[in-house]
């Protein structure tokens, strides 16, 4: 069976905060998907 790959790519939510000057609120907000993806890309490499 053929190993698939997937390339993953995020930028973290203080990169954008800098960059685009977001409010706190709005970090705080989008700040949970580091560990969404970290928690995602940790499953699949148990399968």
Avoid: C, G, T
């Avoid at 409010?23 to 560990?35: C, Q, T």
């Amino acid at each position: 069976m053929k190993k698939l790959e997937v390339w993953v790519s995020y930028n973290d939510p203080n990169y954008l905060k800098q960059r685009f000057s977001l409010s706190d609120e709005l970090v705080k907000n989008i700040a949970i998907i580091a560990p969404l993806i970290n928690q995602a890309l940790s499953s699949a490499d148990h399968k």
